[in-house]
C-alpha cells in the first residue's frame, strides 16, 4: 500500500527502486537453479555417491549433444520460431558420417561433409520460412520428415563406425583437477555453448534475435536485419545438430536411421524448462544449459533407483514441463 | 512564398530536403494515394495534416520504404531513391517515430535507442558506451530513466519518449513524428517542442503529424494537407487560420459544428412516462457501486468522467458484458436479468466498445461482412440474411454514413479508424437497437468524422433512439446530451439536465470535489 502511494508521489524515485531489485528475466533461471540444487539434494540424501562431482560431469558427458542442440534451438525459439528437424538431422547426421566414413573418407573430409549439409538443410528451411512466410512447425516438419527419409536412402541397417579417429575421440579422456575426467565431447559442447553465448549476448546479431522475437514488425521499422537474423537462427541451428550428429555418432560409434527418435522435443524441453519464452524475446542461453542438466538428473535419478521404469523419466519430463510452462505463464501475465 | 518578417524564423526557401513527386499507392480495393506531391525544407517544420484515411500515414510510410510506391518519385538531397525497407531510408539519414510504439518491450531503455548503430569494442557491444550515450539522450529528453531498465516496464508515455530518443540519436537530416505527443502529458509535449525546435535550428527537416490543432500552430512553420489520398495544397502556418485549415482537411465548411452546437436538447421527458431503462442499485464489485439510472425514449445519456471512473464499466453491466452482482434493470417496466450480450441484444440494446481494435473490428473481414455479423448473430445461423437484404442494408448505410472508400468488399484493415468506428456504427445500427451505448466512439478518429458521428446521434435522438454516449471529450458530451451523469471513483456522483447551467468547468468542479471526499479510498484502489 505504501509502495502505491509513493508511485503517485515520485515516479522517478520508483524507477530507482526498480532498477535495484533483481531483474525479472533471471527469475525462470533462477527457479530452474534452485529446482536442480534441489534435486540433487534429494537424491544425495536417498542414494550414496549421487552428490559425487563425478556424477555432474556424467551430466554433461551423457548429454554433450543435447546441450549443442539446445544452443541451436535457443537461437530459434528466441526469435519466437521453432525447429522440429533436429532430431532427424542428427539422424542424418549419424549416417553421413558413418557411410562416407565406411567408404574411405578421411575424418576431417566426412565432419565438413555432415557440417555443410546440416547447414545447408539449416538455411534452407529458414529462407522458406522467412520468405515464402511459412509457419515454422510447418516447414521444420517438412525437413524433418525429409531428413529421416534421406537416412534411410543411405541406409536401413545401422553401419558402425571403426574409424581411427573416431574412435579415439569416443574413448578419450579429458582429465581435470581432482582425479575427475570428462569425454572430448563436452569440450567441444562447452565451446559451442560459451561460443553461442557470447553471440547471443554481446552482439548485434544475438540482440536482434531478442528484438525479433520481441516485436518482429517493430525490428523491421528500426531498420534490423530481420531477414538475416531469421534465416540465421535456422542456420545456427542445422549447424548445431549436424554437430550433435557428429557427437551422437562418435557416443554410439554408429550411424542408424532410427537415432535420435524425438530428440528434439527433448531440446524444445530443454530449453523451454531453462526459462526461454515459446513466444520469443525472453530467455538465457545459461538456462538451456541448466535445462538439459536438469533433465540429464532425471535421468540419473531414476537409473540411481534402480526399481523405477524408465517411464518415470517421461512423466517426470512431462510434468516439469507443464509447471514450468504454467510459472512463465503467469510472470510474463504479471508484467503486463 | 513572400517573405514576411515575424519572431517565426522564416523556412529557408531553398532545395527541399525530400522532394516527393506523383506518389501513388494501392492496397486491395483502397487508393491509399494518388497522385500527391510533398516537399520537405531543412530546417522547418513540416505539419502533414488531414482526416483519418487521408493517407498521412501511407506517405510516411512511403517515404520510410516500408510501403513500396507504385508511382513516383522520392528524392532525398539531390539523389532519386527507392526505397525497398526501412533501413534503406534511415542509411539516407531518415529517422522516424511511427503512431504505434514500435519498439521491443523485451530489451532494455538503451538497446531499443540504439540497436542497429550500437558502440562496438573488440566486436562486442559496449554495453557501459550504450548506457552512456543512450543517457545523454534521455537527459536532452529530460527523462531519468535507468537506460538498463527493460523498455516494459515502463509506461507508454516513456516508450514514445523512448522512441523518440532513438529518432534523435541519429544525426538525421529528415525527422518524422507521427503523432507523437498522443500518449503525452503537456509538460512532455513541452519538452518535445523544445528539442524539436533546437533540431529545426541546427537545420533539421521535421516532418510532424499531430490531430491536435494548436499543437500543430503552435510548432509548425508549413503545413500540406491531404484529403482521400489527395493532395489538397501546401500552406504557410502563419498565414493560415484554425477554421481554413480544418475545411480545408474536410472538405466542406465548417457550419454543421456550430448548428449542433447550439441545437437544443429535447424537452424533459414526462413523468408519467415508463422510462425504457430503470437500472436500480446496479454494481459489481471490484468495477461499480450501486447507480441508478433511467433513460427515456430519444434521450441522450452523456456520460463524464475520468478514465477509469467506472464509465466503462457501467456500460458493460447495462450490456451483459459482465454480471451485476446486485441491482434491477427493467426494459420497459419489465424485470430482466443480462447475464450475456446476447440477453441484452435481445432486449434492443447496443453496444460499441470503446476498444474498437480488439472488442469490434474483424480486420480480416469485407466491411460488409463486419456490418452484418450482429444482425446474422441475432437471427440465428441458421437463418442466413438474404443477399438482397445484405446488399441493399450494407449499400444503404454506406451511404447515410458516408464511409470511405464506399466499397463494401474493401478489407476492414485496410480503413482507418474513423471509417472503422462508422461501420461499427453501422453493424448497431442495423439491429435497430432501442438503446445504443457508445464508449467513447470518437476518440482517436479525425474532427470530420468526429463531427459526422455527433450528428448521426443527434438525428438518432430525434427519431426516437435512445443513447448512452460515454466520452473524455466534456465538450462533447454537453454538446450533445440531454442528461448529464458524471462518474467518479466507479460510482454515479451526479445526474443532471444538460441546460445553461451546465458547463465544462462546472463538470470538472463536481469531478473534482468528489475526490476531495473519496481521496482517502483512491490510495487503496
Redesign the interface.
Known sequence: ?TT??SV?VSP?FL??V??YSP???YLPVAATVALLIGMFGAGSLRYQGFADPQVVLNLFVDNAFLLVLGVGMTFVILTGGIDLSVGSVVALSTMIAASTLQAGWPAIATIIAVLVSGTLLGTLMGLVIHYFEVQPFIASLAVMFLARGLCYLISVESIPIREAGFTAFAQGSVPLPGGYHVTPSVVVAVVVFAIGA?VLH???FG??V??V???E?????????VALVKVGVYTISGLCSALAGLLFAAYTLSGYSLHAVGMELDAIAAVVIGGTLLTG??GLLLGTMFGVLLLGTIQTFISFDGTLSSWWTKISIGTLLLIFVVIQRLLTRR?N | MTQVTTSIPPPAVGTPVVEMRGISISFPGVKALADVDFRLLPGEVHALMGENGAGKSTLIKALTGVYTIDEGTVTVAGTDHRFTSPADSQAAGISTVYQEVNLCTNLTVAENMLLGREPHRFGRIDVKAMNRRARSVLDRLGLSIDPGSSLGEHSIAIQQLVAIGRALDIDARVLILDEPTSSLDADEVAKLFAVMSDLRDQGVAILFVSHFLDQVFEISDRMTVLRNGKLVGEYLTRDTTQLTLVEAMIGRELETLDRLEHQAPTAAPDEARVPLLQVLGLSRKGSLQAVDLEIYDGEVIGVAGLLGSGRTELARLLFGADTADAGTIDVRGSRRRFRTPRSAIGAKIAFSSENRRAEGVVEDLTIADNMLLTLQAARGWLRPVPQRTRDRLVEEYIKALDIRPPDPAALMRNLSGGNQQKVLLARWLITQPELLILDEPTRGIDIGAKTQIQQLVAKLADEGMSVVFISTELEEVLRLSDRVVVMRDRAKIADRFNDESVTVAGILATIAAGGAELKEEDSDA
Open positions: 500500500m502505491s502511494t503517485t522517478t524507477d530507482r526498480r532498477g531483474p525479472r528475466r557470447w554481446m552482439t548485434r540482440r536482434t531478442y528484438a522475437g520481441g516485436s514488425s517493430s525490428a523491421h521499422l528500426m531498420g534490423l536485419r524475446g525472453r508484467q
